[in-house]
């Protein structure tokens, strides 16, 4: 394969990873509001079970946590930047004319850039404006 279709490639595949961590965060969100819900609507009509309207009460906090771990959302935002900076790439090489050594050592640059950048598991992201892109 040649530079544009290996770029191509990893871009393609970095947008598809974004819309997996996009939609694990839709459902995840989704969960905890229906538990939520399912929680104080079985409370409301007088549910006998204890143990069932623990569950359902803690499944909001249990998503909560699971998303604060995994970091879905950060996921997304880190695989789009990648996919959009890597697209820009493309276009340098085929519209532009660019040298393909540059291109190379810019997707050297941006690989490395973005690697720093990765949300860590189970890591509170710290806000450092220095990292924003």
Not at 102 to 131: C, H, M, R, T, Y
Request: charged share 25%.
């Amino acid at each position: 394969m040649g530079l544009k279709k290996d770029i191509e490639c990893v871009a393609k595949r970095h947008g598809k990873l974004a819309e997996l961590d996009y939609l694990a965060s839709y459902c995840l969100s989704f969960l905890a509001i229906a538990g939520s819900i399912a929680a104080s609507i079985y409370a409301a009509l007088g549910g006998q079970s204890n143990e069932l309207l623990a569950v359902l009460a803690v499944i909001p906090a249990a998503v909560l946590s699971i998303k604060g771990t995994f970091k879905f959302e950060e996921k997304v935002s880190w695989h789009f930047r990648k996919y959009h900076k890597l697209e820009a790439l493309t276009r340098t090489l085929e519209y532009e004319g660019a040298d393909l050594a540059a291109v190379s050592a810019g997707w050297s640059k941006i690989e490395q850039e973005l690697d720093e950048q990765w949300p860590q598991f189970g890591i509170p992201e710290i806000k450092n404006p220095s990292n924003q892109i």
